[in-house]
């Protein structure tokens, strides 16, 4: 959901981050701290807004002392908008609410205000005690006012730390860098971590080589520091407690328990995919369930943090059709990293598809995939990443030969995509060359021998008039309930009727 909170920020820091973002959308979670207008240090985490980083929202939610929620006063209250909400009251975090974009055509702040006490934030104007504050990034207007509002919520809720003691904070985010090693994106919550301490965050451990705020070097962090930390000896899960140890010995003992736990862990992933692949060669069909299948998926991504919001984002993929057969996913891996030989390994055990997220494979690790037979599928957009799994997904709950799909009442040539405003989405433009397309009829998606996608369409256009039937030899556009993948080149086929054939005459 475009909000515009990354342009929001950046208006306040006078960056321009939002610009350089894939696809348009923020998929990683940002941290700065920046310095208001009445001299106030504030740290800021930009978290993602699409639905698939739920996991890094609630981490930010758990981490942060006040939640700004930014909704568009054009687009209203959305479901990632909710999400944000409960994750802010399941942390018990207070929120401040920015109607952002109240410069656009269409903007209707007080809508947004009604829509939110559905979910129990009454803003002050209703006679709530949530604050308010109504902003336009893009003109820069409103800016004040909204840190005026925080400067106010942070004396109220008297928010303060001890700097003299050992330092604690969360890495927020993780990733490996070429030159400088492991690098944690950690909030300092507590005490002061200084150039030098010893520290363990989750399985790993080091000594703090460098610091880096806001991109330059210092000597410490005080609370409430968003930095940069080198010198671990690798990268930790993003939400891992950052601590100072007491001694290098100390240290290496936690460590190595926790990392004795994810080594036993892994093995155990590996023997379960092992011990699946044996059972299905020895008994074959006597244990197979031909209604479900399962895509196996790998991933690697350049940050900790994106990993885990794909990984959870597939595993609530599933595809089933009106025949009662279902595909799902099972991900045996998602770390942050180069993709090693290791990676490629596991994912020939049972065929695993492999996703290297922002990540470039070498040579040696792609030539042995190309040996193993694994498909290794490079992607910097989240909803790439996820219309590459659905698709795979589409295709194994297509006809199998002991289905029978009904008759075919028309076919489509895809010509080209188009990408329409907000409600339609992907448009796929069309020659119709047999028979009708008729809207509401099942359809599906045909690339090659491969079904990518069965469905129905969703609107049928022609002239830019949206209609009922077009027949053939004439141009329409169709648009899909569930699947933005199509690509110029496939065949769109309508059908009426389906079921087993061995029910069939």
């Given at each position: ?92 975090t207070p929120v401040i609410v920015a109607v952002n974009k109240i410069d656009k055509d269409g903007a209707d702040p007080d809508k947004v205000g009604v829509e939110l006490l559905e979910h129990n934030i009454v803003l002050e104007k209703f006679g709530g005690d ?205 770390d942050a990293g180069a993709l090693t030989l290791e990676d490629i390994q596991l994912a020939s055990v049972s065929g695993a598809l492999v996703i290297a997220f922002n990540v470039q494979p070498n040579a040696v690790t792609l030539a042995e995939a190309a040996k ?134």
């Amino acid at each position: 959901v475009d909000h515009g909170k990354t342009t929001l920020l950046d208006a306040i820091r006078r960056t321009r981050v939002a610009a350089g973002e894939a696809g348009g959308i923020t998929q990683h979670l940002g941290s700065y701290q920046v310095t208001t207008a009445a001299g106030s240090l504030v740290t800021f985490l930009d978290t993602p807004g699409h639905a698939a980083f739920s996991a890094m929202r609630a981490r930010g939610a758990n981490v942060t002392d006040i939640v700004i929620l930014v909704v568009a006063a054009d687009d209203g209250v959305k479901p990632q908008t909710v999400e944000a909400i409960k994750a802010a009251q399941a942390a018990g975090t207070p929120v401040i609410v920015a109607v952002n974009k109240i410069d656009k055509d269409g903007a209707d702040p007080d809508k947004v205000g009604v829509e939110l006490l559905e979910h129990n934030i009454v803003l002050e104007k209703f006679g709530g005690d949530v604050m308010s504050a109504f902003v336009s990034a893009k003109e820069g207007t409103g800016l004040e006012g909204l840190e005026e509002k925080i400067a106010i919520l942070a004396e109220v809720l008297n928010l303060r730390a001890n700097p003299n003691r050992p330092a604690e904070g969360v890495a927020v985010e993780a990733r490996m860098e070429r030159g400088l090693g492991a690098v944690a994106t950690t909030i300092i919550q507590r005490g002061t971590l200084r150039v030098g301490d010893i520290i363990v965050a989750g399985a790993e451990w080091g000594r703090v080589r460098k610091l880096l705020l806001n991109g330059k070097e210092v000597d410490e962090a005080l609370p409430g520091s968003p930095v940069d930390v080198l010198g671990l000896q690798g990268v930790p899960r993003a939400g891992d407690t950052l601590r100072v140890a007491s001694s290098e010995q100390q240290a290496r003992e936690i460590a190595g328990v926790r990392q004795q736990r994810e080594r036993e862990e892994r093995a155990a992933a590996l023997f379960e995919a092992q011990a699946e692949q044996k059972r299905g060669e020895l008994f074959g069909e006597l244990i197979r369930d031909d209604k479900k299948e399962t895509v196996d998926v790998v991933i690697k991504s350049d940050v900790q943090g994106s990993a885990e919001a794909l990984r959870s984002a597939i595993l609530e993929l599933r595809q089933t059709d009106s025949f009662g057969y279902s595909a799902g996913c099972r991900v045996l891996r998602a770390d942050a990293g180069a993709l090693t030989l290791e990676d490629i390994q596991l994912a020939s055990v049972s065929g695993a598809l492999v996703i290297a997220f922002n990540v470039q494979p070498n040579a040696v690790t792609l030539a042995e995939a190309a040996k193993l037979g694994i498909d290794v599928v490079r992607h910097s957009i989240v909803y790439d990443a996820l219309d590459e799994v659905t698709a795979r997904l589409a295709n194994l709950v297509a006809p199998p030969a002991s289905k029978w799909l009904g008759t075919v009442t028309g076919r489509a040539d895809v010509l080209q995509i188009f990408k329409i405003g907000k409600g339609v989405g992907m448009v796929a433009g069309c020659m119709v060359t047999e028979g009708a397309m008729k809207r509401g009829s099942n359809l599906r998606v045909i690339r090659g021998k491969q079904v990518m996608h069965e469905g129905s369409i969703n609107q049928l256009r022609f002239l830019k008039e949206e209609v009922e039937i077009v027949d053939t030899a004439s141009e329409c556009g169709i648009s899909f309930d569930t699947f933005n993948n199509v690509k110029a080149g496939d065949v769109i086929e309508c059908y009426v009727g389906g079921r087993d054939e061995a029910e069939s005459p």
